[in-house]
């Protein structure tokens, strides 16, 4: 899996331009950012704990002060400080139980993980002034929202203009963490919305040990956060790579990868195997226009950041990180 991913997120190969000397006619675009849902916007909550689940809560739920006990001090900076208790809401409980398929002492063992790496790592102290170089493409960003309330995460691979791996991850658990903040009461899942148009397998891609701690974060501290994977206009070999390794993919992460003809007409008004109408997905007037839909959006980052600030600015205006239900 992690080559999979490697390639995925590896960086566009040479292409020639055709359309030198062809006149165009301007195009207006939008480049306000919609980081937020709108009161009136449909949503699709997370379903409600079964009954087997509700047990599997209350055990780990019994186990509170264990978990909250002698997690590692923060570094006192400027930055704020992890809030434990308030983090451990039992929504996330859930989240985690459901992740564990109903293990009540493994989601206890994995969310203590995740609490100690929230002291350690320290997402929440991410500041959007540090990853400004990094967001200065568009190669990542959250922009909309799907049918069903959850907010898009939009990559752009081709655009990747860094080179640390360890601020490239740094990136990766800032805009999953900007993601959570977007996301409506009720809505616990995203939708990532990935562009392979330009993949190469003879492209430059991320470190095999990269890709495998990008999986290894996203698996041990963001789990079951993925409501629907995008990808737009595969070439024919990354299909065909897909579907060599789609039997080595859990059955419920499969199911959730989906491909997406933004020009053509594969699974156009219906599901076609592999292939979606992402407009059934996302409302047209909602989604980008390279990724199929009607809004004309191009992302500009001194339109984009301010509003990134002011949301980040917002959620950490005190001295401790608040926990909102997600």
Known sequence: MSSFFSGLLGRKAAIADDTAGVEKPAIVYDSIPRLEPA??????PTPEATPEELQAIEVVSAQRTKLLAGLPAEPLDDGPLF??????????????????KGDA???????????EWHCTYRPHAITPASMREEGATGKMFINGYDQSGRPLLYMFPHLENTSDA????????FTMEQAIRSMPVGVTKLTIVIDASLFSP?????????????????EKHYPDRLGTALVLSPPAYFVMFYRIVAPF?????????????????KG???????????RELVRPDMLQSEAGGDWMYKYCQDAYWPVLERMYNAAFSRTSVTSGEH
């Open 105 to 115: 002492q493994q989601a206890a063992v994995r969310l203590r993980d995740t609490l």
């Open 202 to 218: 003879l492209a430059r891609t991320v470190p095999l040990s990269t890709a495998r701690e990008f999986l290894s974060v996203l």
């Open 268 to 278: 156009r008004g219906r599901k076609e195997g592999d292939w979606v109408d992402v």
């Open 83 to 100: 809030d434990a208790s308030a983090w451990l809401t039992t929504t996330r409980i859930l989240i985690y139980v459901r992740a564990c």
């Open 166 to 173: 360890a601020v490239h991850l740094r990136y990766i658990v």
């Open 39 to 44: 009161p009136d916007m449909p949503i699709e």
């Open 249 to 265: 993919i859990d059955p419920v992460t499969k199911s959730k990868i989906a491909f997406v003809d933004v020009k053509g007409v």
